[in-house]
């Protein structure tokens, strides 16, 4: 079955960068467009970035562009989400979701698998 786990989560300072990982499995990765989204607490979910699976288009949210930056390596089944300038508003669960069509899952927020989520909490 479609696995995806995140990892590089964590308890972090305001000002600092982290790197967070989903490793998928269970499905042909190169065929699916990879996002994140995140929960914070008492909050909805939301959709934070996206990327085509040749990543040539990607998407963000306006609260994130110029600090977070989406990536993959179709080879290693990974996708990545780097983050720069913490701020204690991204604290948050951030899951790992996938879709066949990168429109759909970039501009409808449409999710064909999650992962389990990493936490990140960012002090002040």
């Known amino acids: 079955q479609v696995q995806l786990v995140e990892s590089g989560g964590g308890l972090v300072q305001a000002g600092d960068s982290l790197r967070l990982s989903c490793a998928a499995s269970g499905l042909t990765f190169g065929n699916y467009a990879m996002g994140w989204f995140r929960q914070a607490p008492g909050k909805e979910r939301e959709f934070v970035a996206a990327?085509?699976?040749?990543?040539?288009?990607?998407a963000y949210t306006n609260s994130v562009k110029g600090r977070f930056t989406i990536s993959r390596d179709n080879a290693k089944n990974t996708a990545y989400l780097q983050i720069h300038s913490l701020k204690p508003e991204d604290t948050a669960v951030y899951y790992c979701?996938?879709?066949?069509?990168?429109?759909?899952?970039?501009?409808?927020?449409?999710?064909?698998?999650w992962g389990k989520g990493a936490l990140v909490t960012v002090s002040s």
């Open positions: 990327i085509s699976w040749s990543a040539d288009n990607t």
């Open positions: 979701a996938v879709h066949s069509y990168y429109y759909n899952l970039a501009y409808r927020g449409d999710v064909a698998y």
